[in-house]
C-alpha cells in the first residue's frame, strides 16, 4: 500500500508524461508535493521501486520506468508497451537537450568517489546525485542524451596536472571505447576503477597520470574496460 505523497508523486510522473510527454525535474517533483528538499524526493522514488510501482535504470539520469499504477488511481494502468508497440515511457531514461532547455540544471546520479591515484573500487551509491548546469553538457559535443551520464568525486592526486585535484566532481559519459588521450573511467580486471589518460601501445593499454610523482601503469588489453569518458568537472571552494 502506498503512502498520500507516493502516490501523488507516482500519478504526477504519470500526468506529466502523458500531457507533455516530457516526466517533472526533481524541483518540480518537490515544489508540487511541498516538500523541503529533494531527498525527500528520493526517498518516496526508493519507497515506490521497493514495492513495483517503478524500476530505475543504471547510468541514466533520473531513470525510472513506471511499471503500474495503484489499484484505484484515475485513468488507465501504465501498459507495458505503448499504442505503436515502442517500449515503455522512461522517465529521464531518453531526454534530448531540446526537452530540458528550458531548465537551469540537469540531475545526474552520483556514484561515489574514484581513485586519481592507486586505483580503488569505484562506489555506487544509488540514492546520491548531484545537480548539473544544463550548460555543462550542452557544450559537450555528442552529449545529446543526458541519460548516458553520471557523475564521480575524485580521490587523490594524480591527475593534478589535468587539473582534476581531490575532492572534485567529474561528469561522465558512459561509453565503452574511447580515443588515445581521453581521459576515461578504466575498470582494470573487472575490480578495480581508476580515472587516468587512455594510451594504446599495440596488444597494451597504458594508464597514464597527470602527476609525475605517479608510474604509468600498463595492461595487456583483454585486462582493461572503459566505463567512461570524462566530459565536465565540478569544484567547490
Do not use: W
Amino acid at each position: 500500500m502506498l503512502t498520500r505523497k507516493q502516490k501523488e508523486l507516482l500519478l504526477l510522473i504519470r500526468d506529466r508524461l502523458e500531457a507533455e510527454g516530457v516526466p517533472p525535474s526533481f524541483d518540480e517533483m518537490k515544489v508540487a508535493l511541498g516538500l523541503k528538499s529533494k531527498s525527500g524526493i528520493h526517498r518516496l522514488i526508493s519507497g515506490l521501486e521497493e514495492r513495483g510501482f517503478i524500476k530505475r535504470l543504471p547510468h541514466r539520469a533520473r531513470a525510472l520506468e513506471i511499471l503500474r499504477l495503484p489499484e484505484g488511481s484515475e485513468g488507465r494502468d501504465f501498459p507495458s508497451r505503448n499504442a505503436s508497440g515502442a517500449d515503455p515511457v522512461l522517465l529521464g531514461a531518453m531526454p534530448d537537450m531540446a526537452a530540458i532547455a528550458a531548465a537551469q540544471s540537469v540531475t545526474l546520479p552520483l556514484y561515489g568517489r574514484i581513485a586519481a591515484g592507486t586505483p580503488i573500487e569505484a562506489l555506487r551509491d544509488p540514492n546520491g546525485s548531484i545537480d548539473v548546469p544544463v550548460g555543462l553538457l550542452a557544450s559537450v559535443k555528442g552529449a545529446s542524451n543526458i541519460g548516458e551520464h553520471y557523475a564521480l568525486e575524485i580521490a587523490g592526486d594524480s591527475m593534478i596536472d589535468a587539473g582534476i585535484l581531490d575532492g572534485d566532481r567529474v561528469i561522465i559519459r558512459s561509453c565503452d571505447t574511447a580515443d588515445n588521450g581521453a581521459i576515461v573511467v578504466a575498470l582494470i580486471d573487472e575490480q578495480e576503477t581508476t580515472l587516468k589518460f587512455l594510451r594504446r601501445e599495440g596488444s597494451m593499454i597504458a594508464l597514464e597520470p597527470a602527476n609525475r610523482t605517479y608510474e604509468t601503469r600498463r595492461f595487456p588489453a583483454a585486462r582493461v574496460r572503459v566505463q567512461g569518458k570524462l566530459v565536465g568537472l565540478m569544484r567547490h571552494y
